[in-house]
């Protein structure tokens, strides 16, 4: 009964395959069911901002794409940590996957804060503090998945991914606290753990859509990291044995 319950037993891809695929429909499930109550809510509930006017709503999309592009790079560090430390395939595999949803994340978040900063300051760009360092996060992923593609190693390509996504982790508190570091276009956070200067509904939809953008993410990565599994393990049996399952499947 205690070795049912052994978590440590899922680190091994032969037994998180099938762990995965069970739960990647359920995260879908639940992105489709968040992003459509946030997208009301943020849309058609929420009322206009008496500054911003309708413009204001692209930050139900901006807003939680920034947190999400954050929050995936330090999975992917703390992933790239428990490579280093216990030599776990899994931990590699895992923060490939993540990697470029984590990049559509960045991505997402500094295109609509360009089309959210175009009438609110009058420009598409400036060298603002949290503008660059998102964009150095950017960077960071484009840079991540360049490097372990470049080795041909899988265990090589790990260390050195790891080593590199475990450097650039200094850049996340750059981000997030660079409206209190520096003087930047960008206002303060509206929410915080103990209090919300936002309307009730619109923090609500904001909450549902990184809910959504969460799930997703989640759905994403173990849909990749089941690609990864087959294409590192080919040559193990269950591989083989999982392979010749499908195609008995198609026949």
């Known amino acids: 009964m205690k070795d049912r319950f052994n978590l440590y ?116 760009w400036v060298w603002d503090a949290r503008l660059t360092s998102e964009l150095i996060l950017l960077f960071l992923y484009i840079g991540y998945m360049a490097l372990t593609a470049a080795i041909d190693d899988a265990k090589r390509a790990d260390k050195a991914g790891g080593l590199l996504l475990l450097v650039g982790v200094v850049n996340i508190p750059i981000i997030y606290f660079s409206v209190k570091w520096w003087n930047t276009l960008h206002q303060g956070s509206s929410v915080n753990l103990t209090k919300s200067s936002m309307a009730e509904t619109m923090l609500w939809g904001m909450l549902l859509m990184a809910m959504c953008f969460w799930m997703y993410s989640i759905a994403i990565a173990l849909m990749r990291v089941r690609t990864i599994m087959l294409e590192r393990e080919r040559h193990t049996d269950w591989v083989k044995a999982e392979l010749l399952g499908k195609a008995g499947e198609g026949k």
């Open 9 to 124: 037993r899922f680190a091994s891809p032969a037994t998180f395959y099938p762990l995965a695929g069970t739960l990647i429909p359920w995260f879908v499930a639940l992105s489709v069911v968040f992003g459509l109550a946030g997208l009301w809510l943020g849309m058609l509930v929420a009322p206009t901002d008496f500054q911003q006017g309708e413009g204001y709503r692209i930050i139900f999309i901006h807003v939680p794409a920034s947190w999400m592009s954050m929050f995936i790079y330090l999975i992917m560090a703390g992933w790239a940590a428990i490579g280093l430390a216990f030599n776990t395939r899994l931990s590699g595999m895992m923060a490939q996957a993540l990697a470029p949803t984590g990049a559509l994340m960045a991505f997402l978040s500094l295109w609509t804060g360009a089309l959210w900063g175009k009438p609110m300051w009058g420009a598409w």
